[in-house]
Structures are given as C-alpha cells and as structure tokens.
C-alpha cells in the first residue's frame, strides 16, 4: 500500500528546542560579554561556581516550576514554601530533637504537603491555579510568621560542619592578590543542583510522565482522549514543585545558616522570570528543562553586570525590567517567524542540531 | 425577565460570601453596622471598608476588561499606579500656589503617563502576542524603580490643602472623598458600557478572536484597549492612593495589591481565562476582599496568623465555586426537585417559508 | 464469524436503543445532528456514562469508566475534530497514553511510527512536530493510531471531512483490510456515497431513538434519507435554479483582479454578477476555500484589486469587506464562526451591530427584535434567543451563522461549506436559501465538497486544481463528469 512519490517534510526543530538554544546563545554570548567587561570578577572560575553555589535554591525552585508550566500550569507559592521551610528547620534544628536528616524530611514533608494540597484543588477540583497558589503563597506566609517572628541562627554543631562544607576542587583556581592559590569551592548546594537537573530532564525527556505532562500542556483535551490520566498528571506536576521547593528551603538554610522571615520572598516572580527566560512558555507544552538554569543564570548574570557597572541600587530594578524587554520581544518575534509558512532559520549545516526526535 | 434572572444568578458567589462575612461578623459583635460621626465623616464598619477598597474596586475593573479580552492578567497594576502617583507628586510639588487647578492638571497627566504604561503592556500583548503575565512581568519588575527616579530618589510628602481633602473628607460632605470618587468611576463605567459595544467586543475577542476578526472587530485593538483602560485605572488608583497616604512611597504603595485584584475578578465568578464578564461582580469582589481583610482583623486574630485563615478562607470559597462541587450539587439538587426542563420546540417541516428573506434594508 | 453484539437500551439522549455490531463488519452510523450519534459513541468510548441498559463485548457485560479503560478493552477512536497534540512529535501522538512502560524509548518509537506511516502512505516524518502537518495528514495519523492499536472496535467518527478523494480511497482500503481481519468498525457520516460504498450495515437514528438497522446494499438512497428524516423528502432534484439576466453591458457585483494571498493562491481573477450563484469545485488542497477567503480578506491579501459595481474600493481587511457588502460564513464554523459562550441572540446581531459601529449599540428590543426575526426565519431550533449558542446542535448553529450575515444584506454572500457536518434536513433547507436569495437579487458563492449540490444552485462553477483555476462551467456543460474531466485536463502538469 506504500504510495509513490510521498514527500516527506524535512522535520525542523521543535518549538522547545529552539528557545532553549535561544536561551543558551544569549547566556553564552552575555557570559563572554560579562567576562571581557569585567575580567576582574567574571574570569574566575570561582565566580561561576558561585552563581550555583549562592542561587542554588532559585535554580532549584525554577526546576519545580517549568515541569508546572509545562504542563500548562503555574505555583507562585514555591517562594513562600521555601521560606517556610527554612524557619521549620531552623527552628527543628535548634529544638532538643534536631538532627539533620530530620530536617530533610521536614523540608521534603512540608513541600510535598503543599503540593499535595494544591495539586488536588488544581487538577480534580478543577480550580485556577493562579488563585490556589496564591492562597498557598499567603499560607505559607502566615505560618512562617506564626512559627516564628525572629530569625533563628542555627548554631547546632552538626549542621554548621553541614554549612561550612566545601567541595574543594585542588586543580582549579585562581592566585588572589597575595600570591597565594585559592582553589575553587563548591557547596553542595550545588551538587544537588546538578543532580536534580539531570534527574528532572531525564524524567521529562524519557519517561512517560514527562511527556505526558507536554501532552496535557499542550491540548489537555486531546490528551485526555489519548487515554493520558490528566488530572493525575497535573496533581503530579504540582507535587514535584512542591517538593523542588521544600528541597530549596533545605538548601537555602544549608547555605545561609539562618532561617529569616525574609527568606526567599519573592523568589517565585524571580523563578517565572527565569523559567520564561530559559524558554518555558507559560501557556504549556513548550519547554525545556536544560533551560532552567540557563534562565535562572541569565537572570542573575544580568543582574551582576547591572551591579557591576555601577548603577545605583534603587535603579537596577529598572534595568533588569529593560533587558527583560529586550528578551521577551526577542522570543516573541523569533516564535512569530517561525509560525509563517515556510520560514527556516538560516543555519549553517554544523550548527543545525540533529532532530534526536 | 430571563434576562434578569440571568443576570442575577452569576452574583451569587460574590454576594452570598458577602453574606457569610457579614453573619459573622454579626456573631462577633451585634454592633456591626453602627455608624457614627467622627470628624465630620460617617464612621464604622461598613464606610471603612467602602473607604479602604476604593483603589482596589477601580483596579478591579480594569482588570476584569485586561482578563476578559486577552485571558490573562496584568501582575502590573500596582507599579503602574506608583508610576503614575509619582508624576502627579512631582507636579503638584513643582507649583508654588496648589489650587483646584493643579490638581485637575495633575491628575491629568498622570492619567497620560498611565495611558502610556497601558500602551507599553498593551503592545506588548496585542501586537508582540506575549502573554499578559509575562509583559506585565517588565513592568512589575522595573517599575517601582522608575517611580524612585522620578521621586528624584527621595519618598515626597504631599501636604497640601487639597489632597488632604481628597484623602480624607471634604468638609460639609459626610462621605469620605475616595468613596465619592470610587461611585464618580463606576458610573463612569457604566456610562461606556451602556453607549458603546465594549462588552460585546470584549466578550467577542475573548471567546473567539479569529471569529472575531471575521466579523470585522479587530482583536489586536480591543485588546489593546482593554490595557489603556486598566491603564487609566491604575491612575485613578495611584491618584487616591497617594492622596490618602500624603506621601508618595514608591516601595510600598499599594504593594502586591494585583493579588487581590485577581482575586476580587475571581471571586466575582469571572474565568480568569477569558470570555463572558461581569464587572458588577468584580466590584462585589473586591468589597468583599477588603470586608475579609478587615473582618479577620475584627476577629482578633493575631497578626501572623491572618495570612493563614485569609488563604484557607479563599481556599474553601473557591472549593464551594468550583466546577466539580456545583456539577455535585447540581446533581443532588436535581434528585430531590423533578426536573422540569423545557422540551425543544417541535421541528417544523423541512422547508423554507416563502418570505422574502433578503428585503433591502429601508433605511 | 463470531456475533459481537452490544445492546445498549435507554439514555436521556437515547431513548432505548439497541445497537448491534458484529465481527468484520462495516457499520454505518446514521441520523440528523441531535440524533443520538456522538451520544452513543461517547457511551461506548467511555465519555459518558449510561443511564440505564446493558452493554456486552463478546458476550460479556461492560462498563467503562474513563476513554482509557475503552481503549484498553480494544476500542479505537477516531473523532472528527483533530484529537492530538500538535506541540509532539508525530511519533509521539502515535504511541502516547498507550502503556508502554515507563520509560520512553526514543529510537524504537520513531521506528515503529516510520514502518506505520510508510505501510500507510502517509507524507509525514516521526521526528516533526505535528503542528507542521496539514489538517488532512494529521487527520491520518490519528487514524494510524488508532489502526495501530490492534482494536476490536474501530470508531470512525466523519473520518473523511478533510480528506480528498484520494486519501478517502486510502482509507477506505484501510477499513477492508481491517474488516478482513476482524475488526469491527462503526463509521459515522453525512456522506451518503460512501455509506453504500463500505458498509455492509446502517443503523439509523432520529431523535434519541432507533428506526432500525437495515442491510447497506438492500436499502435505497431515498427510504434512507426519508428513515433519518422521518417523512418522505421531497425530490430535491427539482431544485429550480436561478439563471442571472447578464447583458454585455452588466456590471459585475464584485470583481477581483490578480487576487493573491499568504495562503498560496495564485493571483486570479473572479468576478460574480448580481442573482449569480456560483460554485468552486476541486479536490482538497486545490484552493476553494483559499480563494474564497482571500476575496474577504480572511487571509491578508498580498497583491491584486478589487471593484465592487464597477468602482475600485479598498478592501484590506474583514471589516472593509462587509462595509461593501460581503459576507462570509467560514468553512471552520466551531473555530471561526460561532462566538460559543455568547447568546443565540449575540451571535446572531453581531457583524450588523459592527456595521452601525462601536459607538451605538442596538437597544436590548432592537436586538430582541432581530434575532427572533430570524429565528423564525430560518427555523431556528433553540430554547430560548438567551441559550449560548454552543448548546446548539451543528445545524442550527449554522442557521446562526447564516441569519447573522443575512441580517446584513449583504450584496455578496459567501458560503464556505454550510452543508459540511450538517444533517440532510438542514442541507436541502440551505440550498433552497441559496437559489431563493439569487432570485431576490443576491450574489452567492456557494463552496460544497458534494459536487451535486453546487450543480444543483450554481449557475456557473469554477474549477481549481493546484491553486489555481483551470476552467469553468456552465449551462448544459455543467455535470458531474464535466467537473472530472476539467480537473483532469486542466493545469499546468496536465
């Protein structure tokens, strides 16, 4: 029955894939930018390691959420979660009974509590997401307030080992000014980090939930006749992003040392932000989770060159609005062009990555 | 009459929250409405809540309009209005006498400068086709910002004559001035509704923009439009907001103040995903949002934990207002009425009367 | 053969019907729209739930919950409306939902696609993404899928609206081979040619109740229709057609010369006389609808000019179109015509209110006025002027459609397809409307993928192929196999 002469389309990159190496051009060519800026800081490899090691819980964060946003949803309570989460072992840890490994738990029972809650009033009581999660944002809120006021120094010995822990790597570093070589430092914040990257992208890239969470981000409909469980697949969703921002409270205290009223406030809008920049659209089922951290870094990156060149505190607020801009408008055109018929981005036959499907 | 009744039936969220708050408000203490005279301006539960909600009804509607045409929302609203309160500062600071008139004048341009930021979003949206969220997102981000520099990096006081009154009272009127001003605004609203085809527009775009297109409604303009008015709104808002605080605090004012107003457009049984509105029920809304606020406070209850109940009250309305609890009440309400639905009319026969359908038109 | 029987009595939209299909059986499906159709096969998949009745599978009683449970007990859907998800790959809309473990494996996937859509002919790659493909291929490859599943049960649900006759052919090729092998297959359409070409049953349907289930090859063309009708249906042939008066000196209504738009029309020229009806026939892909659309500027207009009576006007956009005088009811009616949450009423005033402008709106009375108006006019079935028009049934939606262009008085009428998906009922009313509105005067572009009902209205038919027109008929020249034999001679590869 094979017919003659069938044409087949030469199949172009996904929408996913093109802004995730959107995202990653910009990162790259605004890294490169950053370092001839400012050689001083940038060409350190500390410096990068940094951009991990302090940010941790928001890449953390922005992981959680693009698997939500993808799946055609949104959590903006994950910042307020992670604060919780923070004075919940703060205060766990400084009590008689602490000990770390509980503290994980409090972290990981907490997160998954609220995405639990949340996931089940968004997927089968079929209510906005934007609503429940922000009623999540408040409740956590309250409860940090209520749970304790003042912020808590953790002072336990075994968790202060915890927080001054470095994976020191020998091989690579720089001579400050003394002459003497300082290696590298990574905190373990960033090994989670990593870890949880690799995870998570795998989960999406090759398991039948990932993808179900695109079939559902893109037409909940269609997918629900395609036999896809869609309301298990969301409540999953949120529960993930519910335990990546238990797991960054974790992470946040584990760096800090300290659980504040403060923590992490206004994480969630950062965390958007990032997920957007690293080309996670917010209608759903497009996306790519490599491009959460690209996102998250580009973010910061931005927000280090503003500071670096010397523009007032009260202003960088400003200009992180205009590069943001300037970034949104760019992805809207490239998006735009490429929906008219027949528009093929010129690139050379190396760069055109392989369709792995 | 259907009309009527229909058009009734959508308030019931609003109203019978409405209803609850007040019961219990009423448990807590019988002297729920009493009213007084302090200062030469009613007093008491009621007007302060009518007082405290002002900025938030005007924002409320123009969020309504931003959602229902372009299914999304604008996270921007309280920056714009910190923009636009700002200029309205610096102006009336740089005049040497401030009367009636540099009020008026003042008031005007920043309702220039919020045409401007609703053009930014606006174009963002309609013409860029960003998401509502994500345009917003530059303004939330930078606004406040902005709002410094033109502060001239200070946090200005306002302290004249004038604005006091605007804050406040007008002496001789016993309703506080931002209500006065809030009914002016709704009024107003209603004025455009009832001469123009906005809602009809708006709805169209909302539901169906390519049918709209084909109808010859240009969806990228009514979008649009719906961003200058929240624009405009968000000048009014910024306008009683800082007249209200006498100074101008480009960090705080009417902070995160987008939260409720979403929250009010839901609660007033609006989809935040697009389509039919009802502007009616987002000002009920947003009442209401500020008699819970206020309610939570009457209570007593410690300051930390407001947030908490706050968040589980909403949780619980919205559980009541869901699609999956009406369907299960539906269906039990049904068992215990007979149904008496009205049957289809009867199918002619399968022909065309000979009327002359395409008459010219006498015109 | 094994007897696979299913009785399914009772249901609100069912009113005790009992259906009956057996193994290696081509089942036809048939009924008016509010027949009961979708409803049945929404039982069946697991949509809906009965009420009362009892359903067997080979004999044994079931219940499904969810389309997933149908779907793993061996039942294949096929709907109408493109059930995919464009943002995956080809592949991926093949096999997902289908329990394949947890783990996806990449390569093995996108063989397996590639085998299915070589075995099937279908022009597309595993790797893209589905949005790139043509409604038609996607159309395919949701039938793939389901052909993959190794059902027992094969629903077609109007598999071939977007189909050409080629890929019909294909399909139905497809449909013997899987009745060879024992699958049972329930095929829904309004296209009566094909019920008598593949199936070997029909059940007919009217409102919610069963008429009966007859032998395809043992039962005319006219007690079918008049089954699904209830009363015997008048010849529709005797249709009279309205031939315009056309004098050398005539002004044609509407002229467009070297048309040309971003859906790939080539530039041509068009022009209609007043009372003309005329027709656009060809095969899928070969420009009606482009051609239509780029008249009213539904797609932007990339070169050409137009005249309406003689003069040059400016028409860019929608909205200049219907201030001359045009109208257009679109072939997509659920995506570009209906406004699904407004009121019947709403619907119907809406490109009339836009006319009069943003500035002055029509009273509620006005607006009451004119909708029951047409209500009336065209046999409305709606409860009330206030119901949302979604609630409508495919035809009366339509009839929505129509009475809101109708309340403009148009100079020229457009119809993209107003008969497809339509029950017979409405289509014979529509094309008495059509003739009736040219012998009051009006110009109608009438588009139908049924040949037979453009040459009963048109008086002159334009023939596409490719993109572009190849010819045009009229008077006696204008039969069936005239149709065939321009659009086999004409064009460029002819």
Redesign the interface.
């Known amino acids: 029955?094979?017919?003659v002469n069938?044409?087949?389309?030469?199949?172009?990159m996904?929408?996913?894939n093109i802004l995730f190496l959107i995202a990653a051009v910009i990162f790259v060519l605004m890294y490169l930018f950053a370092i001839i800026s400012y050689p001083g800081s940038f060409m350190q490899f500390q410096t990068f390691f940094d951009l991990f090691n302090l940010n941790a819980p928001l890449i953390i964060m922005t992981l959680g959420l693009c698997i939500v946003m993808i799946g055609g949803g949104?959590d903006i309570s994950i910042g307020s979660v992670c604060g919780l989460v923070t004075m919940a072992c703060a205060v766990f840890l400084e009590s008689d009974k602490g000990n770390i490994g509980g503290a994980i738990l409090i972290s990981l029972g907490i997160g998954i509590a609220f995405g639990i809650l949340q996931g089940y009033?968004i997927s089968?009581?079929?209510?906005?997401p934007?609503?429940?999660t922000?009623?999540?944002?408040?409740?956590a809120?309250?409860?940090l307030?209520?749970l304790h006021?003042d912020p808590i120094n953790v002072t336990m010995p075994a968790f202060v080992r915890l927080r001054d822990f470095d994976i020191i790597i020998t091989w690579l570093g720089t001579k400050n000014r003394l002459g003497v070589f300082i290696p590298c430092e990574i905190k373990p914040g960033t090994i989670i980090v990593v870890i949880l990257l690799v995870l998570l992208a795998s989960v999406m890239?090759?398991?039948?939930?990932?993808?179900?969470v695109?079939?559902v981000?893109?037409?909940s409909?269609?997918?629900?006749?395609?036999?896809?469980?869609v309301k298990k697949t969301i409540f999953l969703t949120y529960v993930i992003s519910g335990l990546t921002a238990g797991l960054a409270g974790f992470v946040y205290i584990m760096t800090t040392g300290a659980g504040n009223v403060g923590n992490a406030s206004g994480a969630e809008?950062k965390a958007?932000?990032s997920a957007?920049i690293g080309g996670t659209?917010?209608?759903g089922?497009?996306g790519n989770l490599l491009g959460a951290p690209i996102g998250t870094l580009t973010l910061l990156v931005i927000n280090e060159l503003i500071r670096a060149a010397g523009v007032q505190s009260?202003?960088?607020?400003?200009?992180?609005?205009?590069l943001?801009?300037f970034f949104?408008?760019l992805q809207?055109?490239i998006?735009?062009l490429r929906d008219k018929?027949g528009f093929r981005l010129a690139l050379p036959s190396w760069l055109r990555l392989s369709?792995?499907? | 009459m259907s009309t009527m009744k229909k058009s009734f039936s959508h308030l019931f969220l609003p109203l019978s929250v409405m209803a609850l708050l007040i019961i219990i408000n009423l448990v807590k203490g019988a002297d729920y409405f009493r009213i007084t005279m302090v200062n030469g301006a009613l007093y008491g539960n009621i007007p302060n809540i009518l007082f405290g909600a002002s900025e938030l009804v005007i924002l409320s509607i123009g969020m309504t309009l931003v959602t229902a045409s372009s299914r999304g929302q604008d996270i921007s609203i309280g920056e714009s209005a910190t923009i636009t309160s700002a200029i309205f500062v610096q102006y009336v600071l740089q005049a040497s006498e401030v009367t009636p008139l540099t009020i008026v004048v003042a008031f005007l341009l920043s309702c220039v400068g919020g045409l401007v930021l609703g053009a930014f979003n606006g174009t963002l949206v309609s013409i860029f086709k960003v998401q509502p969220m994500v345009a917003s997102l530059i303004l939330f981000t930078g606004g406040r910002s902005i709002a410094f520099m033109i502060d001239g990096k200070l946090s200005p006081i306002l302290a004249n004559d004038i604005s006091n009154k605007i804050g406040t009272v007008i002496p001789g009127i016993p309703i506080q001035t931002p209500i006065i001003l809030t009914v002016v605004f709704i009024v107003l609203i209603a004025v455009v509704f009832k001469t123009t085809n906005l809602r009809l527009y708006v709805e169209t775009v909302g539901i169906n923009p390519n049918a709209a297109r084909l109808n010859g409604i240009n969806p990228k303009k009514i979008i649009f439009l719906t961003f200058l008015i929240m624009g405009f709104c968000s000048a009014v808002a910024g306008f009683i907001a800082v007249n209200k605080a006498g100074r101008h605090d480009s960090v705080n004012l009417l902070k995160l103040i987008m939260m409720d107003a979403i929250l009010a457009v839901a609660i007033g049984g609006n989809s935040l995903g697009g389509g039919k509105f009802s502007i009616t029920g987002s000002i009920i809304g947003a009442y209401t949002i500020e008699m819970l606020n206020r309610t939570l406070l009457r209570l007593e209850i410690e300051p930390a934990m407001i947030k908490v109940f706050k968040a589980i009250f909403i949780i619980i309305l919205m559980v009541v207002a869901s699609p999956v609890a009406r369907a299960y009440f539906t269906k039990v309400l049904d068992k215990v009425r007979s149904s008496n639905k009205r049957k289809e009319s009867i199918p002619k026969d399968a022909h065309i009367p000979t009327t002359n359908i395409a008459v010219k038109k006498e015109e | 053969m094994k007897d696979i029987s299913k009785s399914f009595p009772g249901v609100k939209a069912l009113d005790s019907v009992d259906f009956k299909l057996r193994k290696g059986e081509i089942h036809a499906l048939m009924g008016e729209n509010g027949a009961g159709k979708s409803t049945l096969i929404k039982i069946i998949t697991g949509v809906y739930e009965k009420d009362a009745g009892l359903i067997t599978l080979q004999g044994e009683p079931i219940h499904f919950k969810t389309p997933q449970e149908a779907q793993d007990k061996g039942i294949g859907t096929v709907y109408q409306e493109i059930m995919l998800c464009s943002n995956l790959t080809v592949a991926e809309n093949m096999f997902i939902g289908r329990s394949h473990g947890p783990v996806v494996n990449w390569k093995q996937m996108n063989e397996k696609a590639e085998q299915l859509l070589a075995s099937l002919g279908i022009p597309a790659s595993p790797m893209q993404e589905l949005s790139s493909c043509s409604l038609a291929v996607q159309q395919m490859i949701a039938i793939a899928r389901a052909v993959d599943m190794d059902c027992k049960i094969l629903i077609l649900d109007e598999p071939t609206s977007s189909l050409d006759e080629d890929e019909v052919h294909k399909l139905f090729e497809l449909m013997r081979e899987l009745k060879d092998r024992g699958v049972g297959i329930i095929f829904i359409t309004h296209f009566l040619e094909q019920v008598y070409e593949i199936s070997d049953r029909t059940t007919v349907l009217r409102n919610g109740k069963l008429v009966g289930e007859y032998e395809t090859a043992s039962l005319p063309q006219i007690e079918l229709i008049s089954k699904m009708l209830g009363n015997v249906l008048e010849d529709i042939t005797k249709l009279k057609k309205h031939e315009p008066v056309v004098t050398d000196t005539s002004v044609p209504v509407f002229e467009g010369i070297g048309l040309s738009s971003v859906a790939g029309v080539r530039p041509f020229n068009f022009a209609i006389q007043k009372g003309e009806v005329n027709g656009f026939a060809g095969l899928l892909g070969s420009g009606r609808s482009e051609s239509a659309r780029a008249i009213f500027t539904a797609d932007k207009v990339t070169g050409g000019e137009v005249k309406m009576k003689g003069k040059r006007v400016k028409i860019k956009t929608p909205l200049h179109a219907i201030k001359q005088g045009i109208g257009y009811l679109p072939e997509d009616r659920k995506g570009d015509g209906i406004i699904a949450d407004l009121s019947v009423r709403d619907n119907i005033i809406l490109t009339l209110q836009v006319l009069k402008g943003f500035f002055k709106p029509f009273s509620l009375k006005q607006a009451e006025e004119f909708a029951d108006d047409y209500i009336e006019k065209l046999n409305i079935k709606t409860p009330t002027a206030n119901t949302p028009i979604r609630s409508l049934s495919g035809g009366n939606q339509q009839k929505v459609i129509l009475a809101r262009w109708l309340l403009t008085h148009p100079e020229y009428l457009i119809l993209d397809e107003p008969t497809r998906g339509i029950d017979v009922g409405t289509k014979v009313e529509i094309q008495k409307l059509v003739i009736q509105l040219a012998n009051e005067g009006m110009s109608v572009t009438f588009i139908s993928s049924e040949i037979g009902e453009m040459i009963r209205t048109c008086s002159r038919l334009i023939v596409m192929k490719d993109r572009e027109i190849v010819g045009e008929l009229r008077g006696t020249d204008l039969t069936e196999n005239d149709v065939m034999n321009v659009i086999a001679k004409g064009g460029r590869n002819a």
Not at chain 1, 224 to 229: A, Q
């Open positions: 029955m094979a017919s069938v044409i087949k389309p030469k199949a172009r996904s929408n996913s949104i009033l089968y009581l079929e209510i906005q934007f609503i429940i922000l009623s999540g944002l408040f409740l809120q309250g409860l307030t209520t006021k890239k090759w398991s039948r939930f990932g993808r179900n695109y079939a981000g893109g037409n409909h269609s997918a629900n006749m395609l036999g896809i469980n809008m958007i932000a957007i659209l917010l209608n089922g497009v009260n202003f960088q607020a400003m200009v992180s609005g205009l943001l801009y949104i408008v809207s055109i998006m735009a018929k369709n792995k499907g």
